[in-house]
């Protein structure tokens, strides 16, 4: 019990320095430098008027506009790094419980978003939006780029659960997971077939993931369904942990497994949507971060394991989206590119691992 | 009063009955167990009782109160289960995986009180598994593994507790342990104990009531003393080619078949290993003279077809002699399996001195008897003849 509670706290304050430390190096580099000092004023200075504008119902909007305003930097700053780095601070922890959330219920590691095919359903959406929605529409704004990936994600999941209503064994369910994924792919292939050259780029392009063109108005969206959605993720602790002892002890100790297992589902659906919404398919976050945090605490106990893999998943992510942005300046690479050459190693050692000590 | 009871209760999948009318019930502090063959439905009824499984029909009732109507929260505060699914949760210590036993007691979020801690290490004291609290659930063996599974039930403080073959992957010591930890909180907390077991010799010794399961109905319920009758065992399990002995417990391979091809002078328990062996080798053999209650007949019987016996403390007589020569000579060779000779079984005596006169091979082992018939060119090493 002390040893875990040690173990937490210096998890903690790791995390917490580590998070700290990417949010300063996020604002900082880039291919406009801006000094340190310059930021924390202007933060500061923002920060102070919008809390005094939600204290007075917005009488200091033209001082927080003449802040946002005042320079190239401070434009850089307050509308491209703060609303991305924010972002991929909270999709990223909303990733890597969605993967807990899956693994919980499938009972096996690898389960994560993108094994459900929730990512193909999202990809198949945007492909039919992006290929058949531009010959009638026209320009294809981005909002509804999100509202399909959205849309798509949630058929897939819906699907999902009615076949979890007929199918008993997890591995199954999984396999038809994987199935769907795999119908939603040959759809989308079959839509690039007949998709002009610059759409099949479009679709190309967000497929590979990207944290780039992230504004407030998304910041704040998948804040009100990201946070959210952790608490209820750490509200149900309790039967997370119940669960761990199989479907029979957990139904014997109380829990209604059915409908505990429609609201895992639908949860970490909803997580994992909201972040191939706003960022596309990001790989291997949802696998790795939940094990290395398991791996950091030495417990799975979920009251502490879900909030740590929150943040863990939020630094993750911060640190990937920097290489992503940074490390071949002025080219971008896809931020799947980055958590995939992070994640997928991971994900080796902690198969090899397994096979030593359970087989 | 019947604390636990089932009244016309079918069971069985997807709404198909499998097996019906099972009517049995037992009081507070008893243990009552099902056997029965693989595949008789034993799991079937136990995951009905414990709500993992719809009941097909009829009623089971705790405390006279039919608990189909029960919330999930009331069914765990009354009943727990050890279950055969091999459970196999990351990272959990022994203390963790048993503190699930208070899930229905500790708050919205699992919160330990004090007196939940307390109950997680009785629990544990109870099982004789203290020293495990910190040791992490997947490096246990399996006789841990179930102590802990069991101290996770009891933790639970159920008034019954379900057990599906809580023996299974244990060693003698273990399940020993086990069932005298079910006898410990049948007797001591007045839990009642429903189990199934496939060991029928424990499950004889250790029950206050037995359900022989088998076929659409159960077949039997009652005291071990009214179940364990003579062929009740066999005709249960089918078992044609074996043998099981209710006074002692033990079982025994099927009889070699054919003509007898040695003749064992036995008694006193010197013979036994004698006919194990012989059965093991496939050789079919005569044996005598036995007193019906000399401690080799039980086995002599079962292994062999042609036992020339004499009544329970009466004393040999010439017939029984002559109906041993006879075998000995059909046979054509004799063990003397070392049995002492004495003066209720002088008869023994006089038919090894009778072999001596005719000049019969007298072996003093099996082994030395097998070794000979080798080299007279008379069997291969299994008993097959050359």
């Not at chain 1, 780095?85 to 499938?106: D, E, P, R, Y």
Request: glycine share 10%.
């Amino acid at each position: 019990m002390k040893q875990t509670r040690k173990r937490f706290l210096t998890t903690m304050v790791i995390l917490t320095v580590l998070l700290a430390w990417g949010l300063v190096l996020n604002i900082n580099l880039g291919s406009v430098h801006i000094p340190s000092g310059d930021i924390f004023r202007m933060v500061w200075d923002a920060a102070r008027y919008q809390v005094l504008n939600l204290f007075t119902g917005g009488a200091y909007g033209p001082q927080l506009e003449e802040v946002i305003g005042a320079s190239t930097q401070s434009k850089i700053l307050f509308s491209i790094r703060m609303p991305r780095m924010m972002l991929a601070a909270i999709l990223g922890g909303a990733l890597a419980v969605s993967g807990f959330l899956l693994q919980t219920f499938f009972r096996n590691p690898i389960a994560g978003p993108f094994v459900l095919g929730i990512s193909s359903g999202a990809k198949l959406i945007v492909g039919i939006t992006l290929v058949f929605g531009a010959q009638y529409i026209g320009k294809i704004s981005s909002a509804a780029l999100i509202a399909s990936a959205f849309f798509g994600s949630l058929l897939v999941v819906s699907a999902v659960l009615l076949f979890s209503q007929r199918v008993h064994s997890m591995s199954m369910l999984l396999v038809v997971g994987i199935m769907i994924g795999y119908i939603c792919s040959a759809a989308t292939d079959f839509c690039i077939a007949f998709a002009k050259e610059h759409d099949i780029a479009n679709l190309a392009g967000w497929s590979m993931g990207s944290f780039s063109g992230a504004n407030w108005g998304n910041v704040v969206f998948s804040a009100w369904i990201c946070l959210p959605g952790l608490g209820m993720a750490w509200l149900l602790s309790k039967p997370i942990g119940a669960y761990a002892l199989g479907e029979g002890y957990a139904q014997s100790l109380g829990v209604n497994v059915k409908l505990f297992r429609a609201v895992l589902i639908l949860l970490s659906s909803l997580l994992s949507a909201c972040v191939t919404a706003f960022a596309g398919p990001i790989s291997f976050v949802g696998i790795a971060v939940p094990h290395i945090t398991k791996t950091m605490l030495k417990t799975s106990r979920p009251a502490v394991v879900i909030p740590v893999t929150y943040l863990s998943g939020a630094v993750f992510c911060i640190y990937c989206d920097l290489i992503a942005r940074t490390f071949f300046s002025p080219t971008e690479l896809a931020i799947g590119t980055v958590t995939a050459a992070f994640g997928a190693p991971v994900v080796i050692v902690m198969m090899l691992k397994r096979r030593s000590t359970n087989m | 009063m019947e604390y636990f009871k089932t009244e016309g209760l079918a069971v069985g999948y997807r709404g198909r009955s499998l097996i019906h009318d099972i009517n049995i019930g037992m009081e507070k502090g008893k243990i009552l167990t099902l056997i029965g063959p693989n595949g008789a439905g034993k799991s079937t009824i136990l995951k009905t009782i414990t709500r993992h499984l719809a009941r097909i029909g009829g009623t089971v009732a705790i405390g006279g109160k039919d608990i189909q109507g029960w919330s999930a929260k009331e069914m765990a505060g009354q009943v727990a289960v050890v279950l055969t699914d091999r459970i196999r949760p990351e990272l959990m210590t022994c203390g963790e995986v048993v503190a699930m036993g208070r899930y229905p007691y500790t708050n919205a979020m699992g919160k330990m009180t004090a007196a939940d801690k307390e109950a997680v290490l009785r629990a544990l004291q109870r099982v004789h598994a203290i020293e495990l609290e910190k040791q992490d659930f997947s490096t246990l063996s399996d006789g841990q593994r179930q102590r802990i599974m069991l101290a996770r039930a009891i933790c639970q403080e159920p008034q019954v507790i379900v057990l599906d073959e809580p023996t299974a992957y244990l060693d003698i010591r273990f399940k020993i342990e086990l069932l005298d930890i079910l006898r410990e909180m049948a007797h001591e907390e007045g839990t009642a104990v429903v189990m199934s077991l496939h060991e029928i010799d424990l499950a004889s010794k250790i029950s206050d009531y037995m359900v022989c399961v088998k076929g659409d109905t159960i077949a039997a319920f009652g005291t071990p003393e009214e179940i364990m009758k003579e062929g009740v065992i066999e005709s249960l399990y089918g078992l044609e080619k074996g043998n099981y002995n209710q006074l002692y417990g033990s079982v025994e391979f099927g009889r070699p078949e054919g003509e007898p091809r040695v003749f064992v002078v036995a008694g006193g328990g010197y013979g036994t290993e004698v006919y194990r062996l012989l059965q093991k080798w496939q050789i079919p053999f005569a044996t005598g003279i036995l007193h019906e209650n000399d401690i080799d007949c039980p086995v002599a019987s079962a292994l062999s077809g042609h036992v020339v016996t004499a009544p329970a403390f009466e004393e040999m007589t010439k017939e029984q002699l002559e109906k041993a020569l006879e075998w000995m000579q059909k046979a054509g060779t004799l063990i003397h399996a070392g049995t002492p000779i004495g003066s209720t079984n002088r008869v023994n005596g006089q038919l090894l001195e009778l072999a001596e006169e005719m000049r019969f091979p007298i072996y003093r082992s099996a082994g030395e008897w097998l070794e000979a018939q080798r080299q007279n060119g008379h069997c291969g090493a299994q008993g097959a003849e050359v």
